[in-house]
């Protein structure tokens, strides 16, 4: 057997896919570093994402011990770290230069659940370990405030005489929050123009101080607006999740929908069905009240990933009218773990477009 030195090391490595991405850990540069002392090989692993799943990591350091042990290596060390992948910023003046992930919610149609999934989306993805906010960015019906509950604390602005003006996001639940619902009461009507909506979402996205987050979660309006344009000129979005129901009239407009983000240019991380079916509590029966995989058919056809599928739950509806999404109040639930599968399956696909990128220097790298 040939000695194993460095270069040899690595090229085994290439033998090896990762079990999350299915790529190889070299050229997918999930292995940073590879050294080698003797016989002992050192490899240091880079998880791009704290929602990375616990069996994967386990199974990934499984598959580079044996390759690297039938390579002829005496001892493998490995060390995994968890860095939240990210596309720096082309610019110091960019907006939100703190946030590495920006992902918006979104859907063709009204009512099919994009605020009750993108609040635990959020929940799920900070209890896999992230730090997270939420930017209700439905300016004309924001449901932050109602569906996240009292705050911990409350949204503020003050003026820094260097600076102009500042805003503190609320925190709920942990989670850093803006919402037009703060600043305006509920029950006036406002009638928000394009270039209003606009300034609304720059003074959001500028004078807000988010601090460090590994993914800001936005929640948009139904269609295909005012936000979704403006926002898409304002910040690098790492993605969109795109939200339907079974019935052919909400995946009609999804597929409008995915058409309008391909041409600003705003990748679709995939597609997640929800209201999916109801499965009774009293006899495990499952009705598919408004039909079922049109979802899975829809990714299909348009060439984008199936997210999974979530089923009608009263927990579900009832954690939204209250104030604990279900990932809070029942994170133990079956229900809320399919929201945690689906946050490290969204947290996965943003993860892999950053690795395909080409390298641009980070100004920013938080070490768990
Ligand atoms: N899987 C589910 N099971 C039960 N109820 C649900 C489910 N998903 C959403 N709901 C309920 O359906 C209603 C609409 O959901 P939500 O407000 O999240 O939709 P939306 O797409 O954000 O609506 P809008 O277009 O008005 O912003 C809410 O009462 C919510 O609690
Ligand atoms: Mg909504």
């Given at each position: 057997m040939t000695k194993l030195d460095e270069s040899a090391a690595k090229e085994t490595l290439k033998s090896v896919d990762d079990p999350a991405f299915g790529k190889d850990v070299i050229s997918h540069r999930i292995v940073k570093k590879v050294e080698v002392d003797g016989d002992q090989?050192?490899?240091?692993?880079?998880?791009?994402?704290?929602?990375?799943?616990?069996?994967?990591r386990d199974e990934l350091a499984r598959r580079i011990e044996s390759a690297l042990a039938e390579a002829g290596a005496g001892e493998v060390k490995i060390h995994q770290d968890v860095i939240t992948a990210y596309q720096p910023p082309p610019s110091e003046k960019a907006l939100l230069p703190g946030v590495k992930n920006i992902i918006a919610v979104a859907a063709g149609k009204g009512g099919v659940g994009k605020s009750t999934v993108a609040v635990n989306l959020a929940l799920a993805l900070q209890r896999h370990g992230a730090t997270?906010?939420?930017?209700?960015?439905?300016?004309?019906?924001?449901?932050?405030?109602?569906?996240?509950?009292?705050?911990?604390?409350?949204?503020?602005?003050?003026q820094d005489p260097s600076q102009g003006q500042k805003i503190t996001p609320a925190v709920h639940h942990g989670l850093k929050v803006i919402s037009v619902g703060f600043f305006?009461?509920?029950?006036?009507?406002?009638?928000?123009?394009?270039?209003?909506?606009?300034?609304?979402?720059?003074?959001?996205?500028?004078?807000?101080?988010?601090?460090?987050?590994?993914?800001?979660?936005c929640?948009?309006?139904?269609?295909?607006?005012?936000?979704?344009?403006s926002l898409s000129q304002l910040i690098p979005l790492s993605g969109a999740v795109m939200v339907t129901t079974p019935q052919e009239v909400s995946i009609i407009d999804v597929v409008k929908g995915i058409a309008m983000f391909e041409k600003v240019e705003i990748p679709i991380l995939g597609v997640v069905e929800n209201m999916s079916y109801y499965a009774c509590p009293a006899c495990g029966h499952h009705?598919?009240?408004?039909?079922?995989?049109?979802?899975?058919?829809?990714?299909?056809?348009?060439?984008?990933?199936?997210?999974g599928e979530l089923p009608i739950d009263t927990r579900i509806r009832f954690g939204g009218d209250t104030?604990?999404?279900i990932v809070a109040s029942a994170p133990d639930s079956e229900n809320a773990g399919r929201f945690m599968e689906l946050a490290s399956k969204v947290a996965l696909a943003a993860a892999d477009r950053v690795l395909q990128l080409p390298v641009r220097s980070p100004r920013l790298a938080v070490i768990r």
């Open positions: 090989v050192s490899v240091r692993v880079e998880i791009p994402t704290p929602a990375y799943p616990k069996r994967d997270v906010g939420v930017l209700d960015a439905d300016v004309f019906g924001p449901s932050m405030p109602q569906m996240l509950g009292p705050p911990q604390r409350h949204a503020a602005t003050s305006v009461n509920k029950d006036e009507a406002v009638v928000w123009r394009g270039p209003m909506v606009h300034k609304l979402l720059e003074q959001f996205l500028g004078e807000v101080e988010w601090g460090e987050l590994d993914y800001l979660i929640d948009l309006p139904p269609g295909t607006g005012d936000v979704q344009l009705d598919e009240i408004f039909a079922h995989g049109g979802g899975k058919r829809l990714a299909k056809e348009s060439g984008v990933t199936h997210l104030g604990v999404p």
